[in-house]
């Protein structure tokens, strides 16, 4: 078996955990049969990173060019298919991110290499790879075989794997030429768009009710506001209620919002999607309501209760009255 | 402006009951209510309010069984003007779906094409971005806001943490669109009466270059229900009793 590539992932100077969770999953699944663990790491001055991959890595494969300052997947998936081109690696692990999403279908395609996407589990039977994707939900994983081929990719969720750690040992660093000849014009990055801090910082709070889409509308908020205050706490949200705007992005908890860590946090009618439960698992005590038995929420949270909302908050809004 | 829109149908799971198939490569879904996938529906509306901006029209596409005719007349009454309709009972794997997507696609003229950023069901997140290189036209993944100057395209693309990065693009092109770029439209029963009279052509595989049993990337080995690790403790009773432990519970660690 020849290389596993990992491509780091950085952004705004600094490399991105999803990197050392996937040089993680690389050596503990692949070292042991045989295969380099390689990082592939594009950007412009980026000689600091490498010194860090090189204590995780045994290999690390460098490619300076101003093109590469941001991430523009263009001129990433050119730096990509000429490295692959070069070195055949067996495997090319990229996040499933912002960043893998714009980049790895069309490098699967180009490169005419088997794909499978947001793996929560990979392994390696009979020469073909095999992948486990959380499906439905959540509610449902499945185990993909990819057919035989020389090469292929998968795309790793984020907070799956355990992050490699720096070792002793220290990897070798190779300065590869960019191959990016002449300015790449069909995709230009402009900049990047911080969120405004206004409002309520969700972050800073002790106790979350947080509501999900399982209200059914914005008409049952100023309930659970009521019960957050009486708690001393606020309110936040998953995805899809920003999303229907029955409350504002910055009260959203999730991958694409904010991340969480209160002492109390209870989920009202959330499901438990993955891009939600990574930024609230930190929690130190989690509540699920949530009328379906088998939403994936209740596989996170420390105590449950099967019910719809609006059979229990009221009653808890009247008992924490002072 | 011309858009194009590849929508798919896929089944409601939240709320439901799930059971797995006899032969254990999928979930029983004759038990299932099927609907427009979300993020698709984000597109189609997309779509829409772009031309409603600068006029052209709006052409839908699906691949799927007989049903998802349903779909695509519901994306007619949301405001689009066509509708091609690719039958194919069975197809699941991204890379196929793109190439037949492609081939449907590549003599007509567009100057945008929209997919959703994912499917609820399976979720690979990859036949938007796999088209744009099939078709050889720029991408942008998750996209949260277009605006359109001349034969280019400044998107904002969602990145996480709540950042998120503009990107131009030289059009046509190719987008993924994500959940809350836009609000949703009701459709009304009226709409979709007057949409079942618009133009839904029906494109057979053959006629594109392809047969129903093509080779496929990847295969469903199994479905399995995840491994049940820690689970919550229930809190049992009449909902009195529940909140009676639930504050129990908040007293204690509220600290």
Redesign the interface.
Known sequence: MGDIFVLVEHRQGKIRDITYEMLGLGEKIFTQQGATLTALLLGKGVNSFAEDLATRAPKVLVIEDDQLENFNSLCYQRVLSSLISKYQPFLTLIGHTAFGMDLAPSLSVEMDLPMVTDCIGLSLEAKRLKGTRSIYGGKVNANISLKESKGYIATIRPGTFSPKIPGDKKGGIILEPSPLKEAVDAKKFLKYIEAPITGEDITQAEIIISVGQGIGGPEHIPMIEEVAKNLGGVVACSRPVVDRNWLPKERQVGISGKTVKPKVYIAVGISGAFQHVTAMQGSETIIAINKDPRAPIFGVADYGIVDDFQNVMPILKEKTKK | MNIAVCVKRI?K???A??F?EKDGKD?KKDNLVFHLNDWDS?AVREAVLLKEKHGGTVTVLSIGPEETKEVLTRCLAMGADKALMIQEPSVQD??LI?KILAQTLKDESFDLILTG?QA???????????L???LGL?????VNKIEITGDRA?V???????????????LPAVL?IQ??IN??KYVSLAAILEAEDKEMIEVPLEKIGFTLNE????????????P????????KGN??E???K??E??KK???
């Open positions: 089944p799971t939240a709320e009951d799930i797995i979930i984000y991204g890379r793109a950023v609820e069901d399976d979720g690979y997140g990859q036949v938007g971005v796999s744009s290189q099939l720029p991408h942008a993944a998750i400044v904002k693309r969602e990145l996480e943490g709540g950042i998120e990065e503009s990107v131009e693009l030289k993924t959940t809350g609000e949703p080779p496929t990337e990847g295969t469903v080995e199994q479905v399995f229900f995840p049940v690790g820690k689970m919550a403790e229930i809190l909902p009195e529940v909140v009676e639930l504050t519970i908040l660690k509220k600290g």
